[in-house]
Structure formats: C-alpha cells, structure tokens
C-alpha cells in the first residue's frame, strides 16, 4: 500500500555531528573529513543502491566530488554549533520500478537545486533486509548554503526562519506528493499517497461527501517506534521466525504501533467489503437486473475480496486487536456509516427481502454467513424460541456477508 513519508532533520555540530560523517554513511563511502582529521569509512556498508550529486548551474567543479563538496561546506562554517547540512528523507513507493523510484528522486532534488540554489546529495536505499521489504526510501543531503560559481555564499535564511520554514517545507511535501502520485499513475496503480494531516484530509472527504474516508481517516497519527524500540522488536521478529511461533511485540510502544496497523488493516479490508458491494449492486442494477439479483451479486462481491476470507471472523479479530485504540466497535463504525448511506441502505432492504423470500420458498431460514439474523427453529417442542445464528451456507452454497 502506497504511503507517505517526508521528514526534515538538520545536521548540528552541537550534537557531535559533521557533514562529511553523514554524507559517508548515506552513501556508503570513505570521506575524510580535514576539519575533524578524521576518516569516515563506511565502505563496508550495504543496502546502497544509487547516489548521486546535484548543484546549481555554474557551481564549481569540485562540487560533484562528495568528500570535496562536504569538507568545503564544513570550511564555511566557523561556529560550534552550526548547522552544516540538512537532511530529506523520503519514504519511495514500492509498488514503481527501480528506475521510477530513482527518476521521482532525482526529480525532486532537482527541485530542491532550483528552488533554494543548493548542493543536493542523493542516496537510494534498498529495504534494511531484515525489515519491511517495502521500504524503499531515500536520503538527500542538502548544504545550508547556496552554492554559487565562488563556492558557498548566503545561508538558506528561508528554511530556517520560522516564519518561513514551515510553509517552504510544507510546499516541498506537495511536490513530493505529486511527483510520487504521477509515478504511481504511469505504472497504472490506482493508489494515491496525500501529504496533508489526517484531519484536513478527513475535512475534504466530508466535504465531498465520502463518509467512508472520513471515518476510515479518524484516527491518530502512528506513533514512531524510534530506534532503541525498533532494534528490539526487529530482533523479537527474527526470533520468533527461527522458532516458529507468531510474533508478539515486545516492548509498550511496540505493542501499540502494531495493533493501530493491525487494525487499520482490517478496517481498510473491511471498507473495501462495503465499496464492493455498492459498487456490485450499482453495476447489476444498470444492466438492468432486479433488486434481488443485484443484492444477492453485491454480498458475493463483498465475500468474495481476495483475501479478506471471513468477514464476521475479520471483525472480531480488529475489535479484539484494535480494543485499547478504538473509541467504538469497527462493527458499529461501519455499521454507521453504511446506514448513513443511501446506496448501501437500499441494498440492505434488497438482502432482507431476498432472505424472506428464501425462507418462504424453503420453508426455513436462510443463514448467511458472517451476520446475525434470528431464526425460528422448526421443531415445535422449542415453539417461538429465538437462536442466534452466526455462520452458515446459503442456497447454492454461495457465501455472503451482511453490510
């Protein structure tokens, strides 16, 4: 699933760092650094799969050779506490090319070259191999000042403002955005990233009208594991796969980032039930069938998502994962949402009269899977009571999930 990550940290001689060191380790080279008069050798390091340097028009030669370009930027700094570069981390779609993601990144340091006339240092890396396979991602490393054919002159005064700083950065995250939203376009993937808050998104989608993304965008940011948190969850995983039991989080902030992508995961499953089934009940409506028809064709469309298996089974599971998190049942959040709908209310009374009409011409209820529906047994010694029906088959042994 395509998602969006851009982050902007500066590198600060206060904390004990140098741009040559940073530069060296994102690209996996040995930069010797004449300020420090030290050696930076990262050379054994892997998982490095493009670098490149971007500058402005006539910027110096010496600008494309990258322990030359960071010591010069080093040079030009004269306090103990500068800040001699500023790093861009951005998360890359795994669902484009290589090539795509090194063009979108190249593109978008190119923007950075022209927007601010700095020196632009590109690494690619491939997903650490021990971690999400998706996680492309790239560092670009910037100078804080422009870089002009004399060398470094003026410092970036707009990225560091306050004033400013916020809204450049914001501006830089839309064209991130953008650049990433094309790429996944030309490779035909209907998935799109948004580089705005949850809740100005949540406001758009209200505003047009799409309940389903709102309610599905109603949720905290993810909370970030940081590193300590992460080297120990990473090695719980590897654990627990040599041995070959089911990974359990390990550490409180571990357990927490893990049940939100657990239950969004389910949430986002169990939306796309009800998108399918709308859709479905749309379609075969046009083409001119009945209501039954096209509600019974909707609850197969909605059964039938690859992968989704059991809806009701699914349902559970988040409410059971989701528990500390959820402010209300993913059941009765749906549930709401379906029922403020016109198109999904239409097709429940299409499944309620479908099943009425089963039960008449069988003599007997029709269960369907996944749902709760009373049902009256046959025998009379049990006469009008009431059994709570959760799963079974109906006619023709199709499945279907109530909505």
Known sequence: MASYHLSVKTVKRSAGRSATAAAAYRAGESIACEREGRVHDYTAKSGVLETFILAPEGAPNWAQDRAALWN??????????????REWEVSLPSEISDADRVEITRDFAQALVDRYGIAVDVAIHAPHREGDQRNHHAHILTSTRRLEPEGFT??????????????????????????????????????????????????????RGDALEAEALDRDPELK????????????????????????????????VYAARQARTVYNDMRARVLAARETYALERDAGRDRVSSGLAALRAAAGRQGLGDGHSLVEGAEKTAEPLARGSIRERLAGIVA?????????????????????????AVPVKGTEIELEDGDERDGKEKVRQREGRSLGDDTGWSI
């Open 340 to 364: 403020r709908d016109v198109g999904a209310t239409e097709l429940k009374a299409d499944v309620e009269d479908t099943r009425q009409r089963l039960v008449s011409a069988l003599g007997r």
């Open 72 to 85: 010069a930027a080093e040079a030009r700094e004269t306090r103990k506490n500068s800040v001699t570069a």
């Open 225 to 256: 594991l940081g590193p300590a948190a992460n080297a120990i969850e990473r090695r719980e995983m590897r654990a627990a796969e040599r041995e070959g039991r089911t990974y359990e989080p390990v550490t409180e902030r571990g357990a927490v």
């Open 154 to 207: 003026d410092k970036t005064r707009v990225l560091d403002a306050a004033k400013t700083g916020g809204v450049e950065i914001e501006e830089m995250r839309g064209v991130w955005a953008g650049l990433q939203n094309a790429a996944l376009e030309r490779a035909a993937v209907l998935e799109r990233v948004d580089h705005r808050s949850l809740e100005t998104q949540r406001e758009a989608a209200l505003e």
